[in-house]
């Protein structure tokens, strides 16, 4: 690919429009290799060229989609929903409101608004998307699965456990009946549907489909990938639900390992491996380490928007430690009432 971008450039110059499809390309490739640095400069430099013809053309809708998408991974919120916003514009103006590449930008937005806690907003466009995929494609179709799956997380972060859990059973039926057993695109209702079972104490049923989601993930990614974090730290979970702390530790710190690699040592995702790795410690009755490991989840939150430390903060271990400072020393005395203190930014 890259040698079609150098054909492309001498043909035509560095900035000529066929060379942005083929970067976009590349990027969507670098991605998906996780060198993520590179595949945002590539982005970046089709956005600049394809905007030479305009602000409304779908080609540049599509591609400021995907580098919307990156920079959400990366937590750059704001950016990407600027971008998000421009290109459903374009997509609805060129495609119509009813086109399934407008729902997946729907889909895209209502993430977006997930991530930063505006659940109210992202669900009538979660909605939106699924009744264009169900009647362009009909009940049964992969795309609707994933709407379902959409819908149900935005439905579980939101408490609405009851009304979540069909539609993951629902968006994993329809997964099973579409693709083969080890397909990757089952691995994220496993999942999230364990995450369910195992917030509804639904224990054996919530481990069966962890383990089941870390090896699909672990089959179909490289070991470093964040898909394997993310399934290591619902299995880690659910082993700690089990009691099964020392099996749970090692997930946590695998977990941890490929995040931190990942995303780097300040992420909400790194945070959210902490928070269930300081409950193992506590378990295990490792004051110290429990409330230094703490400590740095409340230094990485930080950095990060109040709904996100809601989201992630450990408020029940925290209260626990407190009533419990003076068996893990006086130097943790102090650093619960940092602890104590960033919480209450929270408020």
Not at 59 to 64: E, R, V, W
Request: include cysteine; proline fraction near 4%; charge should be negative.
């Amino acid at each position: 690919m890259r040698l079609g971008i150098e054909v492309q450039e001498r043909l035509w110059g560095l900035e000529t429009l066929a060379v942005a499809p083929l970067l976009n390309n590349l990027a969507l490739l670098l991605r998906s290799a996780n060198r993520l640095d590179e595949a945002e400069q590539l982005l970046r430099r089709a956005v600049a060229i394809q905007e030479t013809i305009g602000n409304d053309h779908p080609d540049l809708a599509l591609t400021q989609t995907n580098l919307a998408d990156l920079l959400r991974d990366t937590n750059r919120l704001h950016e990407a929903e600027s971008l998000i916003r421009k290109a459903l514009k374009t997509t609805e103006m060129f495609l119509g409101p009813t086109d399934p590449a407008v729902a997946s930008i729907l889909n895209n937005l209502a993430n977006i608004f997930q991530l930063t806690g505006r659940f109210t907003e992202a669900e009538p466009l979660v909605k939106r998307a699924l009744d264009i995929h169900e009647s362009y494609y009909g009940p049964d179709h992969p795309d609707v699965a994933t709407d379902l799956n959409n819908l149900a997380t935005l439905l579980f972060c939101s408490n609405r456990i009851s009304e979540a859990e069909p539609l993951f059973r629902r968006a994993l039926a329809i997964k099973e009946q579409t693709f083969d057993p080890e397909h990757p695109s089952l691995a994220e209702v496993l999942i999230n549907l364990a995450e369910l079972l195992l917030k509804t104490n639904q224990m054996s049923d919530a481990e069966k489909y962890a383990h089941r989601a870390v090896t699909i993930i672990r089959k179909c990614y490289l070991a470093d990938h964040p898909e394997v974090a993310r399934a290591l730290n619902i299995l880690a979970a659910c082993l700690v639900a089990a009691n099964r702390l020392s099996e749970a530790e090692v997930a946590f710190q695998s977990s941890l390992e490929i995040a931190e690699s990942n995303f780097g040592l300040f992420h909400p995702n790194v945070s959210n491996i902490l928070s269930g790795l300081a409950l193992v410690l506590y378990r295990q009755r490792r004051l110290d380490k429990s409330i230094e490991i703490l400590r740095r989840q409340v230094i990485i939150l930080a950095k990060f928007s109040r709904s996100v430390r809601k989201e992630h903060l450990s408020f029940g271990l925290v209260d626990t430690l407190e009533g419990r400072v003076e068996e893990a020393g006086r130097p943790s005395l102090e650093i619960i009432k940092e602890i104590r203190s960033a919480l209450a930014e929270t408020s």
